[in-house]
């Protein structure tokens, strides 16, 4: 299987512009036009992954953390990241990274995780704003349902649980075509008026270009007329952590302990009980501190997530549950989703989960 279709395919799921300004998600190691004959999946990319995938010949390794987060200034061995990466090189390993953009879409990482935990009626915690678009445009009456279509089918117009949105509204288009013009209606040099209708519809921006592209292409006219407004909306879809609902309410410290076994953790940090049974739970996995506020403002019996420090759980207040399940922990259940989605997305293709346990933190 070509690189270069199993990322499309990965980047349709959680886009490459949705993770964080801090992040490094994509092809960190390898020629995205090559073939492999299979892939690794982990959580981490380390040297005993890259061994697992030269013994399993797959030439691919898809983990959720980049390896590369900063600027290197040599490769040479010196660490284990530069071992790793000079390893998978020497070996014609490929390595992606689908990080936070996987965090931040609605089936990605806290999906998995609200799975493995029971919860339902999930949705997220934190919408993002300021990654949706609309796009005005204007077309003669008589082609607006061919154009409508053909955005649609890339992904114009959805908004929540509804596709194929718009809005129209007709009036009448004026123009004069000049002498090296070659208009659709109308005669050179001489005023036309055209029948037109206004189209509206809504869209992530990171679809603009093939959108923009779908217009021209079916649209008539040598000069499209459209405008493009970057929205404030917050966008349900995208964002940080996700809440939702116990099927049934639960004793707090029996809650506490069945993340345990639903999360396959040995520890949970915890803050004192606020009531006797929990229901509304808010999680994020990986570090989630900076959540919160928006848990307590969604009215979360239980705050779960990773990496919280000791000053940070007087946060509390009294009003949540904070729960503390390791960073790792709350996210070991990623390269099975991905494995689930790749399974469905390119059945031909063969996916495994690492062995190895990449945890660089023990309990005793």
Same mark, same amino acid.
């Given at each position: 299987m070509n690189i270069s279709t199993i990322i499309n395919?990965?980047?349709?799921?959680?886009?490459?512009? *949705?993770?964080?300004?801090?992040?490094?998600?994509?092809?960190?190691?390898?020629?995205?036009?090559?073939?492999?004959?299979?892939?690794?999946?982990?959580? =981490?990319?380390?040297?005993?992954?890259? =061994?697992?995938?030269?013994?399993?010949?797959?030439? *691919?390794?898809?983990?959720?953390?980049?390896?590369?987060?900063?600027?290197?200034?040599?490769?040479?061995?010196?660490?284990?990241?530069?071992?790793t990466l000079l390893k998978a090189i020497k070996n014609d390993i490929a390595i992606y990274a689908i990080h936070t953009n996987l965090d931040n879409v609605k089936n990605g990482v806290n999906k998995k995780m609200a799975e493995k935990i029971g919860l339902q009626n999930v949705q997220i *915690?934190?919408?993002?704003?300021?990654?949706?678009?609309? *796009?005005?445009?204007?077309?003669p009456v008589k082609v607006s349902e061919k154009i409508k279509t053909a955005l649609f089918e890339i992904g114009g117009g959805a908004i929540g649980e509804y596709d194929c949105c718009s809005f129209s509204i007709e009036g009448k288009g004026s123009f004069r075509a000049g002498e090296h013009a070659n208009p659709h209606v109308g005669?050179?040099?001489?005023?036309?008026?055209?029948?037109?209708?206004?189209?509206?519809?809504?869209f992530p921006d990171y679809l603009q270009a093939e959108l923009l592209r779908a217009l021209k292409t079916n649209h008539p006219y040598e000069e499209v007329a459209f405008d493009i407004y970057r929205l404030e909306n917050k966008w349900a879809e995208v964002g940080s952590g996700m809440v939702g609902e116990l099927a049934e309410p639960m004793g707090t410290i029996e809650f506490l302990d069945s993340l345990k076994v639903n999360l396959g953790t040995d520890c949970v940090r915890h803050t004192k009980e606020v009531k006797e049974k929990v229901k509304r739970i808010a999680i994020c996995g990986g570090s989630g501190s900076f959540l919160l506020n928006s848990a307590i403002a969604q009215s979360a019996d239980v705050f779960i997530t990773g990496d919280y420090k000791y000053h940070q759980f007087f946060d509390a207040d009294g009003k949540i549950v904070i729960a503390d399940v390791g960073h790792f922990e709350s996210e070991q259940h990623t390269p099975e989703l991905i494995q689930e989605y790749l399974q469905e997305k390119i059945p031909n293709f063969a996916t495994y989960l690492s062995e190895v346990n990449t945890n660089p933190i023990n309990y005793r």
């Open positions: 395919q990965l980047e349709q799921l959680a886009p490459i512009s *949705l993770q964080e300004s801090y992040d490094n998600s994509g092809l960190l190691v390898g020629d995205r036009s090559i073939n492999v004959a299979a892939a690794l999946l982990c959580v =981490d990319s380390t040297e005993e992954v890259i =061994d697992e995938a030269i013994e399993r010949n797959c030439g *691919l390794v898809i983990a959720h953390h980049p390896i590369i987060f900063s600027g290197m200034k040599s490769l040479t061995g010196k660490n284990y990241m530069e071992r *915690l934190n919408p993002k704003k300021g990654n949706l678009v609309k *796009l005005v445009f204007f077309c005669k050179r040099g001489e005023i036309h008026v055209e029948k037109e209708n206004r189209i509206e519809l809504i």
